[in-house]
C-alpha cells in the first residue's frame, strides 16, 4: 500500500458547522449558448455573478462560434425548454428573469405562457441577428415576441434594427429612438428601452415608461471588443432587479457596468472580442475580487 501525503490543512476530528446557510437572490435567464463565452447564456451567468446573483440558466438553442464568426445554430424547440424551466423553478425559484435568442416562434409561445401567470419580473432581450450577421430568431419568432412576449415583459430593450423590427418605423435618431419606444410600449410592454449603441452621435439609450421619458447617455469607448453587448446589459439589469433595484436605477448602473466592460474588455479571439464581465460598475459598491482596481486581471 502506498503511503499518500495529505497536504490540506483540515482536522479529521473538526467538523465545520455551517449554520443556516443565506439564500441569495436568483436571476434566470432562458437564451442560446454562445461556446466562446461572450454572448448568450454564458454572459448571462457571469454578470448575474458579477452583481451577487445566483444564476440559473435554461439555453434555447446552442450555438457554434467563436469570436471570428458563427458557424452553426440548433434550436433546442419549446417542449425542452419548457421542461428545463419547470423542473428548475419548482426547485429554485427565481426573483428576475430575462430572455435572449429563442430561435423559433414555438419556444417564444411557450416562454410567454409560462411566464404569464407568474409574479417574476422579465427583461426580454429581442435577439434577431448575431454578432456576426445571422439570424437567430425566425420571422415568426419576431412576430411572437411581439405579440406574445411584450405583454407580459417588465422591460424589453431593443437596439435600434430590434426597435425598427418590433415597431415597424425606422430608427436611426434620438427622435426615431422615442417614436418607435412608444409604438412598442403600446403593443403591451410597460418599460421600453431603446439602446443607441449604434446612433451616429453619442450613445444615448431612452427609456419609455408608461408614457414617461427619460435618457441615459454615456461616453463612446473605441474598441473592437463588443460582443455580447446586449446580453452583458440586459443580465445586469437583470441581477438587479432580483436584488430589489428600481428599474430605472437599475438601467442606470447597468448602463455605466456595461460601459466599463467595454473600455477594459480583454485581449482573447482574433475578432470581435468579449466584455470584461470582471468590471466594476463606477459609483456601485460592487467590489471587483482578483482584479485590479479598473476590473482588468493583473
Ligand atoms: O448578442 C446577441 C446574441 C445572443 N445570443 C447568442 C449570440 C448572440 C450574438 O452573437 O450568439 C447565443
Given at each position: 500500500m502506498r503511503h499518500f501525503r495529505d497536504v490540506g490543512t483540515a482536522r479529521a476530528d473538526v467538523v465545520i458547522d455551517c449554520g443556516v446557510p443565506p439564500a441569495?437572490?436568483?436571476?434566470?435567464?432562458?437564451?442560446?449558448?454562445?461556446?466562446?463565452?461572450?454572448?448568450?447564456?454564458?454572459?448571462d451567468l457571469k454578470t448575474f455573478h458579477r452583481f451577487g446573483a445566483f444564476g440559473l440558466a435554461v439555453p434555447t438553442l446552442v450555438t457554434v462560434q467563436n469570436t471570428c464568426g458563427l458557424r452553426e445554430s440548433h434550436s433546442l424547440g419549446p417542449k425542452l425548454v419548457l421542461a428545463q424551466l419547470?423542473?428548475?423553478?419548482?426547485?429554485?425559484?427565481a426573483a428576475a428573469a430575462k430572455t435572449g435568442a429563442f430561435g423559433e416562434a414555438g419556444t417564444v409561445e411557450a416562454v410567454a405562457d409560462w411566464v404569464k401567470d407568474r409574479e417574476i419580473p422579465l427583461v426580454v432581450d429581442p435577439v434577431i441577428i448575431s454578432t456576426h450577421g445571422q439570424r437567430l430568431a425566425s420571422e415568426s419568432a419576431v412576430d411572437a415576441i411581439r405579440e406574445r412576449l411584450l405583454p407580459v415583459c417588465r422591460l424589453v430593450t431593443p437596439n435600434l434594427a430590434e426597435a425598427a423590427a418590433l415597431s415597424g418605423t425606422a430608427v436611426d435618431s434620438l427622435r426615431g429612438m422615442g417614436?418607435?419606444?412608444?409604438?412598442?410600449?403600446?403593443l403591451g410592454a410597460p418599460n421600453v428601452l431603446v439602446?443607441?449603441?449604434?446612433?451616429?452621435?453619442?450613445?444615448?439609450?431612452?427609456?419609455?415608461?408608461?408614457?414617461?421619458?427619460?435618457?441615459?447617455?454615456?461616453?463612446?469607448?473605441?474598441?473592437?471588443?463588443?460582443?455580447g453587448t446586449g446580453c452583458t446589459?440586459?443580465?445586469?439589469?437583470?441581477?438587479?432587479?432580483?436584488?430589489?433595484?428600481?428599474?430605472p436605477d437599475a438601467i442606470a448602473t447597468a448602463k455605466?457596468?456595461?460601459?466599463?466592460?467595454?473600455?477594459?474588455a480583454p485581449r482573447l479571439g482574433r475578432g470581435n472580442r468579449p466584455l470584461n464581465h470582471h468590471a466594476r460598475a463606477p459609483g456601485s459598491s460592487l467590489k471587483t475580487l482578483g482584479a485590479s482596481e479598473d476590473g482588468r486581471h493583473a
Open positions: 441569495p437572490p436568483v436571476a434566470l435567464t432562458i437564451a442560446g449558448s454562445d461556446p466562446s463565452g461572450g454572448a448568450g447564456l454564458q454572459a419547470e423542473c428548475v423553478q419548482e426547485d429554485i425559484p417614436r418607435a419606444a412608444e409604438r412598442i410600449g403600446r439602446k443607441g449603441g449604434h446612433l451616429d452621435a453619442e450613445p444615448i439609450d431612452l427609456l419609455w415608461a408608461d408614457g414617461e421619458v427619460l435618457t441615459y447617455s454615456a461616453v463612446r469607448v473605441d474598441t473592437a471588443g463588443t460582443h446589459y440586459s443580465a445586469a439589469i437583470t441581477a438587479l432587479l432580483a436584488l430589489g433595484e428600481a428599474l455605466r457596468f456595461v460601459t466599463e466592460a467595454i473600455r477594459t
